[in-house]
């Protein structure tokens, strides 16, 4: 069961209700008790009196011989009630603004620029026997995502990496020194290859490594902040297409390892506002 806060309105409230069942119970018992009050020539008259209308009596009599206390206790308690009125009034207006921060907060997270990097293959160049490593950049936010600079990086393994255990964990990415001026608008993308140099299809004839296509994207949310997604995507060399010859070199550009055999790396991949640089 809820409890609630003894509050000052309460208590007067509660005494009232205390006082207005005691003079009816008093009213009602059919108890009596004798007044007496001295006459102009100094006679004691005495008379009987319901003990409920007694006790108002009483009370009347009290009040006015007291007058100034009971007006000095009357103005405390006018001014507590109104103390209690104003801190309820101030926390009500308080719970109203912290509420209306987090609505205007969670609006900002719902409504801003979100861009994310889907991989997009390791596709041989026209007349090229290279190959350049694509992602898809898409906006999934539903504001434009203004300033869009993106680095895409593409490396081959060092050595074999049978396992997880022997996987690349560092990438290192190179800072971005101009802001672009590109905008990608909430459901569009824009598709980028690697920067080069690039890497060549008999390098990639080779068991057991990984090609790994990584980088960075800067971006204005829609609100002023500037957010970074990093990203990371693993090709395996085995899943490459070996109907492709290594001097071979196509009038169009075709896929070398498909975008569907990427992986997201454990490592690389990672999504912030920017605080500082």
């Not at 102009?40 to 007291?66: F, H, M, W």
């Not at 060549?200 to 490594?209: G, K, N, Q, T």
């Not at 109907?243 to 550009?253: C, E, L, T």
């Amino acid at each position: 069961m809820e409890m609630h806060k003894p509050t000052l309105a309460r208590i007067v409230a509660a005494l009232f209700l205390f006082l207005v069942v005691l003079l009816i119970a008093a009213w009602t018992s059919g108890f009596q008790e004798t007044m007496c009050e001295q006459t102009k020539s100094g006679e004691e008259q005495c008379a009987p009196y319901n003990l409920a209308a007694y006790y108002l009596v009483r009370t009347r009599r009290t009040i006015d011989e007291n007058d100034g206390l009971i007006t000095a206790l009357a103005t405390i308690v006018i001014a507590a009630f109104t103390g209690t009125l104003w801190q309820s009034t101030r926390n009500l207006w308080l719970a109203g603004e912290r509420q209306m921060s987090l609505i205007e907060g969670n609006a900002k997270k719902e409504l801003r620029a979100y861009l994310t990097v889907v991989p997009d293959g390791i596709n041989q160049l026209i007349g090229e026997s290279n190959v350049m490593g694509h992602v898809v950049l898409k906006n999934v936010g539903r504001l434009p995502a203004r300033n869009v600079t993106l680095l895409v990086s593409m490396e081959l393994s060092d050595g074999p990496e049978m396992d997880s255990f022997f996987r690349r964990q560092v990438f290192n990415i190179a800072k971005v020194a101009t802001n672009s001026d590109r905008v990608i608008q909430p459901g569009g993308e824009m598709r980028q290859g690697s920067e080069r140099p690039t890497l060549a299809i008999s390098e990639l004839c080779v068991p057991d490594h990984n090609v790994y296509v990584y980088g960075i994207v800067r971006y204005d949310n829609g609100y002023g902040e500037q957010c970074f997604t990093k990203f990371c995507h693993r090709y395996a060399t085995a899943s490459r297409d070996r109907s492709v010859k290594p001097d071979s070199r196509p009038n169009k550009s075709r896929a070398f390892i498909g975008a569907d055999k990427a992986r997201y790396h454990n490592y690389g991949n990672s999504a912030e506002i920017l605080v500082g640089e």
